[in-house]
T-cell receptor, first 109, second 115 residues
């Protein structure tokens, strides 16, 4: 199974953009890239997903490298409520989500 | 609130006791998942149901664990003869898979502490 690599932690100032990187060098052609986040004391929640093209939704943007070996989750204007653990997950058509340890994002007021 | 509820939210038990957790998924969702999360780690898959059929079980699910989803609605996860190593957050998720897209909606979890 393809694996993802993320930094353990990142910090960002409030109201500034945040770029969360993810490496997935062994991704296969049919793997979707999903991002979930887990706020303190809550279950994970879906953020965004993509296959090849960059994607935007009301929560975030997902920039996917041309070779698909890496991707970046972009929060355009971080707020204190965005402090969470962010998980980059490859979905290869299995039912289960395989979480890594994610990136703990701290927002500095 | 995602619409997935879990009960209880917290459970403290003594080693050797049996415990049962309940998950109520979003009503139209046909898939239901159980995950376990220990401190500092991401959630780990335990098992999933499509309607009432249990289709996959992780090797993490020892024979002390059993899950059911009668009538394809709510689900229960039972742990028999609990051990201290079972202490974790147990998360339930549900989804309505449409083609490849399979967004999972998670409940708030049940935190189990085994003394």
């Amino acid at each position: 199974d393809a694996k993802t690599t993320q930094p353990n932690s990142m910090e960002s100032n409030e109201e500034e953009p945040v770029h969360l990187p993810c490496n997935h060098s062994t991704i296969s052609g049919t793997d979707y890239i999903h991002w979930y986040r887990q706020l303190p004391s809550q279950g994970p929640e879906y953020v965004i997903h993509g296959l090849t093209s960059n994607v935007n939704n009301r929560m975030a943007s997902l920039a996917i490298a041309e070779d698909r070996k890496s991707s970046t989750l972009i929060l355009h204007r971080a707020t204190l409520r965005d402090a969470a653990v962010y998980y980059c997950i490859l979905d290869f058509g299995n039912e289960k989500l395989t979480f890594g340890t994610g990136t703990r994002l701290t927002i500095i007021p | 609130d995602t619409g997935v509820s879990q009960d209880p939210r917290h459970k403290i038990t003594k080693r050797g006791q049996n415990v049962t957790f309940r998950c109520d998924p979003i009503s139209e969702h046909n898939r239901l998942y159980w995950y376990r999360q220990t401190l500092g780690q991401g959630p780990e898959f335990l098992t999933y149901f499509q309607n009432e059929a249990q289709l996959e079980k992780s090797r993490l699910l020892s024979d002390r664990f059993s899950a059911e989803r009668p009538k394809g609605s709510f689900s229960t996860l039972e742990i028999q003869r609990t051990e201290q190593g079972d202490s974790a957050m147990y998360l339930c998720a549900s989804s309505l898979r449409q083609g490849i897209y399979n967004e999972q909606f998670f409940g708030p979890g049940t935190r189990l502490t085994v003394l």
